[in-house]
């Protein structure tokens, strides 16, 4: 008996042994956001597993953007549940504090071993350098904000000719008023978006500021908020106040469809995509969005308008799509290896070829772009090079500066709050910040 | 009855799994919210002790007791409605009006479905220019009806008037329990004495049923003060803050605004009104117990 149970143990250690792969695999977890930066990942994730057998990828994709990925995160970061590498908004929200907690691994190396330093615009470079010198995500796509996409058979039927000027943007405020009142006269409601997520407001106002102040007090309202900055300009002087007061006045102008602040984004979209709006507010990822949800819909796209004579309309652009390796991964070489491979010219195509998210790489050739980009993307990529771009306030200041400013925005629309009282708000809490007590 | 010790002690097996669950679910977070009030926080930086000033600045902060008065206004008005609703379906119910049984299922499916699927839907019900509401609301001749969740003056209304639908099924079938234990005897000797279906509910039905009443007002007290789905799913907390409720708000300063100890705070001052209620609504079940031995 003793016999026959020490020759069922070799046999079933053979077996154990035998069915072990010789080399183990690495498998690394990456967590992102839905939509096309989920498709995006999933797509260069399977290249990369076919070229590297040894390490496998699982994207973990979030239930929501905005709702669930953005606040849950830096928590998920800090918790033995973390994973090994992530997508994430670089800006001065919540990133910050990542940066602040030592919870993300430096890329220096990486950006000089890879040319980043050279392929990436200096801008984003900046963007990218912690206050303690070190790069701790890179770049992987842009957006740019907020474009209008206009249903071409409702401007047709209304008879309103979509903007022809350089900037491709209604060259005044009052003709831009011409344009919702043709809109409204023929039954439809001119700009639909979600307002309910105040974010999309406060990409509205992010246009108007560009159009009304000039660029060296916006650079002033990016950081009046630090620790120790004299301000130039604050948020209860007249530069920020006179947009508080335009962002009312388009809304009293009926300028955004009825109900609009009661509606989430999916929902704001719906009025357009089943053509009862004429115009739809998003970012260029939009495109991708529209593509899908109404393919046989002709549609453009335009700029808000010029405000102020003496400025022109640029695009807001957003480099804050960031790819970061969590600090006390197991897996760091493996880590490295697959970000080496997504900021490739190669995956950064292929992404591009998946989606509508622009490449964030400067040397990508111009006549694939033209190839591979959907062809209104290409337009707006070739008008972003002629009239250049901004930053959209809400990117550079604290999470609590920018969340509150959309509530404030919504109460200021719904006539519960005065454009003056936005402002003393929004001081208090600059305020704050710049005396360090956060 | 005295139990010998050995019978104790297996009592107090018994007991322990519930004892532990408490312990690590209830007990455990609240002594570190309590704790976590006490200092400033992102959430993953280092904790720093501010004392009493999250407290101070909940004092001073115009939202928090924004978002307190629209708790109130949602609790006072979302209980009556459920519990005076309910009343009168039970009554209906037990009356055996005519369907019946239909308006019992009826009534209670919608207490059944979450409360985030109860707030979509009703999101989209509400859409101003998309939705049936309106839609029905223009052909019955209203050319301008109410933006609902878009219009700070409706918003927690229409919140409020959600939340009855949903939840006077709850008080009904409690309510209806109780008016089917009241002695058939009773109702015979009213009905020979000649009294008609008001006299009737207000002199014998609603007297013998007013404990179980009191109990689940102060229930649905407790549950409406609580509130967070049903607010984040139709107007997380707008437009603006007119909707607002403590819930919304501790998740905003905690997970938005990235201050965990303010966040604290809130959930802090939130138990130190909900609490008071609950022994409230112990003592009365006890009451109740009494006066039915």
């Known amino acids: ?438 | 009855m005295r139990l010998g010790r050995g019978k104790k002690g297996v009592g107090y097996l018994f007991v322990l799994p519930a004892f532990l669950f408490m312990a690590v679910f209830i007990v455990y977070p609240l002594v570190e919210s309590l704790i976590l009030s006490f200092y400033s926080w992102t959430g993953i930086s280092v904790k720093t002790f501010v004392g009493l000033e999250n407290f101070r600045n909940l004092l001073r902060d115009r939202v928090f007791w924004l978002a307190l008065q629209n708790n109130l206004v949602f609790t006072v008005l979302s209980t009556a409605g459920t519990v005076i609703l309910g009343f009168f379906l039970a009554l209906a119910v037990e009356r055996r009006i005519r369907g019946w049984w239909f308006y019992k299922v009826v009534y209670f499916l919608p207490v059944m479905v979450s409360m985030t699927v109860v707030g979509l839907l009703w999101g989209r019900l509400l859409d101003p220019t998309l939705g049936p509401i309106n839609f029905i609301l223009r052909k019955l001749g209203i050319s301008s009806p109410p933006f609902w969740l878009g219009d700070p003056r409706t918003s927690l209304l229409s919140i409020i008037g959600v939340t009855i639908w949903q939840y006077a099924g709850f008080p009904m079938i409690i309510l209806l329990a109780a008016m089917e234990n009241i002695p058939l005897e009773i109702h015979d000797a009213a009905t020979i004495d000649g009294v008609n279906g008001w006299q009737r509910t207000w002199h014998i039905i609603f007297p013998l049923v007013k404990p179980v009443f009191l109990m689940i007002t102060v229930l649905q007290i407790i549950f409406s003060f609580k509130v967070f789905d049903i607010v984040w799913a139709m107007t997380q907390g707008g437009p603006g803050d007119s909707s607002i409720v403590l819930g919304v708000y501790l998740y905003k300063a905690a997970f938005r605004y990235t201050r965990f100890g303010y966040g604290a705070a809130i959930a802090v001052a939130m138990f130190l009104i909900i609490f008071p209620l609950s022994l409230l609504y112990i003592r009365l079940t006890r009451l109740k117990e009494v006066v039915e031995e």
């Open chain 1, 1 to 438: 008996m003793k016999k026959v149970g020490l020759i069922t143990a070799v046999c079933l250690l053979v077996v154990l042994l035998l069915s072990l792969p010789i080399t183990a695999k690495t498998t690394i977890r990456v967590t992102c956001i839905p939509g096309p930066t989920a498709e995006r990942l999933q797509a260069q994730a399977k290249v990369f597993m076919e070229k590297n057998p040894d390490i496998d990828v699982v994207i973990d994709v979030a239930g929501g953007a905005e709702e669930v990925y953005k606040p849950n995160f830096p928590v998920i970061a800090a918790s033995p549940d973390r994973p090994d590498m992530a997508w994430y908004w670089v800006d001065g929200r919540q990133y910050q504090d990542l940066v602040a907690a030592g919870l993300l691994e430096p890329l220096d190396d990486l950006y000089e071993s890879e040319g980043w330093n050279k392929a990436l615009p200096q801008s984003t470079l900046e963007k990218y350098t912690s206050p303690d010198g070190h790069k701790y995500a890179v770049n992987v796509t842009v957006v740019w904000y907020p474009q209008v996409y206009y249903n071409k058979k409702i401007f047709q039927e209304a008879g309103i000719v979509p903007p022809q000027t350089p900037y491709v943007a209604y060259a005044s405020n009052q003709e831009w008023y011409d344009v919702i009142g043709k809109i409204r006269s023929a039954g439809y409601e001119p700009v639909s978006y979600g307002g309910k997520e105040g974010w999309i407001i406060g990409h509205t106002h992010d246009a108007l500021l560009q159009r009304m102040v000039p660029q060296e007090l916006l650079n002033d309202f990016y950081n009046n908020w630090r620790p120790g900055w004299e301000p130039k300009v604050r948020y209860t002087d007249e530069a920020w106040l006179q947009v508080d007061r335009m962002l009312l006045e388009w809304k009293e102008k009926g300028v955004f469809a009825e109900g609009f602040l009661g509606r989430s984004y999916p929902e704001g979209r719906m009025l357009f995509v089943q053509g009862k709006a004429a115009m739809y507010q998003d970012g260029s990822w939009g495109v991708g969005i529209l593509r899908n949800e109404a393919p046989n819909l002709d549609f453009g796209w335009m700029l808000y308008p010029k405000i102020k004579q003496e400025i022109d309309p640029k695009f807001l652009l957003y480099a804050g799509n960031g790819m970061m390796i969590l600090k006390g991964t197991k897996h760091l070489d493996a880590c490295k290896e697959f970000l080496k491979f997504i900021m490739s010219k190669e995956a950064q195509e292929l992404g591009f070829r998946v989606t509508t998210e622009f490449p964030s790489r400067l040397d990508i050739d111009t006549n694939l772009i033209k190839e591979i980009a959907d062809p209104l993307i290409y337009e707006m990529w070739l008008k972003l090079q002629e009239i250049g771009s901004s930053t959209g306030w809400d990117d550079p200041v604290p999470a609590e500066l920018a969340e509150r400013s959309f509530i404030l925005f919504q109460e200021m629309l719904s006539g519960m709050r005065t454009p003056e009282s936005v402002g003393q708000e929004l001081e208090a809490i600059a305020e704050r910040y710049r005396s360090g007590k956060k």
